[in-house]
């Protein structure tokens, strides 16, 4: 989702830097909700301790730990990899175009 809303900021005539750090921006809010939703719907399985909570703890923790990570992953790693690998691909088709 990020990358697409990234390629339509460019779409628009925005620099390859400028259309990162305003489309993270724009982008942070609803994936931090999503997360934060799901996540807070799994703390009772986090912090249960009747029947069946030893199945139950190991799978929330996994769940958490998962949301957590592709979280910070979404906001942070992938528009440093979109913002390098487009740079790279632009100087490259300089490169290419002169003589």
Same mark, same amino acid.
């Given at each position: ?5 990234? +390629?339509?900021? @460019? &779409? ?7 259309? /990162?750090?305003?489309? #993270? ?5 609803? /994936?931090?909700? #999503? !997360?934060? %939703? !799901? ?13 069946? =909570? ?5 799978? =929330?923790?996994? /769940? /958490?730990?998962?949301?957590? *990570?592709? *979280?910070?992953? *979404? ?10 690998? &487009? &740079?790279? =691909?632009? @100087?490259?088709? %300089? @490169?290419? +175009? *002169?003589?």
């Amino acid at each position: 989702m990020l990358v697409s809303f990234l +390629n339509e900021q @460019r &779409e628009k005539g925005l620099a390859v830097r400028e259309a /990162v750090i305003r489309g #993270t921006a724009l982008r942070m809010r609803p /994936v931090m909700m #999503t !997360a934060s %939703v !799901a996540i807070l719907g799994l703390v009772p399985m986090l912090l249960s301790s009747g029947v069946g =909570a030893e199945t139950q703890r190991p799978l =929330a923790t996994v /769940v /958490v730990g998962g949301l957590i *990570t592709s *979280t910070l992953l *979404t906001l942070v790693l992938l528009p440093v990899l979109y913002d390098w690998i &487009e &740079e790279r =691909a632009a @100087r490259r088709l %300089v @490169r290419e +175009n *002169t003589p």
